[in-house]
T-cell receptor, first 115, second 111 residues
Framework: GNSVTQMEGPVTLSEEAFLTINCTYT??????LFWYVQYPGEGLQLLLK?????DKGSNKGFEATYRKETTSFHLEKGSVQVSDSAVYFC??????????????FGQGTRLTINP | SQTIHQWPATLVQPVGSPLSLECTVE??????LYWYRQAAGRGLQLLFY??????ISSEVPQNLSASRPQDRQFILSSKKLLLSDSGFYLC??????????FGEGSWLTVV
C-alpha cells in the first residue's frame, strides 16, 4: 500500500539557517504530494503541493520538488525564521475513491527555530 | 470563501462516557468530508470519510462512528469512550480538486 517516510525529528536550527526535511514515498501509480504545517495548538494548513513529476510546489519561501526517480518530495527553505517553528507533515494522495481523496501522512517532523 | 468549523475545541471525558464532535463546512456544496485522528506520538490516521449525505466509509475498526445528517455537517461519535480514544481529532473537506482542507481540531482527553 501507499506509505510516506519522513525525516525523524525533532530538528532544531538557528534563525537564517538552511532547512531540509526529507520525505520519501511508496505508492502505486502517480500520487499527488503535499506538505502540511501544524503550528502549536492549531489544525493543519496546506503549505504546498505538487501533482506530477518534476513539479515544484512553493509557498512562504518553502519549496519541494516532486522527484519520481527517487520517490522523494523534500522540503527546503533557504533562511528559516522563528515563526517557522511547527510540525511539518509530508503526505500523498492516490487516485480518488468515489471522488474522495485519502491522504496518507508521514509521522511529522517537529521543527524548532532559535533566535 | 469556504470555511470549516469544528467543536468543541477541547474536552475532557471520563472513560465510558459518550462523545460527539461536530464539524460544519460553509461556502461549498457536496463536499467530501473526513475525520482524522492524531494520537500522541503518532501520525495522522484517516478514520472516516463521506462522499454524500448518509454515506460513511470507515477506514479502521474502532470504538467510534460517524454520521452525515446534512450535506455540510459531519459528526464523530462514541457510545462509550476508551482511554485509547484520546487524541487530536481533525475534520477536513475537499471538493473536485485534490486538496484537502482541515479544521482547527478538537483535543480529546479521556480520563
Amino acid at each position: 500500500g501507499n506509505s510516506v517516510t519522513q525525516m525523524e525529528g525533532p530538528v532544531t536550527l538557528s534563525e537564517e539557517a538552511f532547512l531540509t526535511i526529507n520525505c520519501t514515498y511508496t505508492a502505486t501509480g502517480y500520487p499527488s504530494l503535499f506538505w502540511y504545517v501544524q503550528y502549536p495548538g492549531e489544525g493543519l494548513q496546506l503549505l504546498l503541493k505538487a501533482t506530477k513529476a518534476d513539479d515544484k510546489g512553493s509557498n512562504k519561501g518553502f519549496e519541494a520538488t516532486y522527484r519520481k526517480e527517487t520517490t522523494s518530495f523534500h522540503l527546503e527553505k533557504g533562511s528559516v525564521q522563528v515563526s517557522d517553528s511547527a510540525v511539518y507533515f509530508c503526505a500523498l494522495s492516490g487516485p480518488p475513491i468515489q471522488g474522495a481523496q485519502k491522504l496518507v501522512f508521514g509521522q511529522g517532523t517537529r521543527l524548532t527555530i532559535n533566535p | 470563501s469556504q470555511t470549516i468549523h469544528q467543536w468543541p475545541a477541547t474536552l475532557v471525558q471520563p472513560v465510558g462516557s459518550p462523545l460527539s464532535l461536530e464539524c460544519t463546512v460553509e461556502g461549498t456544496s457536496n463536499p467530501n468530508l473526513y475525520w482524522y485522528r492524531q494520537a500522541a506520538g503518532r501520525g495522522l490516521q484517516l478514520l472516516f470519510y463521506s462522499v454524500g449525505i448518509g454515506q460513511i466509509s470507515s477506514e479502521v475498526p474502532q470504538n467510534l462512528s460517524a454520521s452525515r445528517p446534512q450535506d455540510r455537517q459531519f459528526i464523530l461519535s462514541s457510545k462509550k469512550l476508551l482511554l485509547s480514544d484520546s487524541g487530536f481529532y481533525l475534520c477536513a473537506w475537499s471538493v473536485q480538486g485534490i486538496t484537502i482542507y482541515f479544521g482547527e481540531g478538537s483535543w480529546l482527553t479521556v480520563v
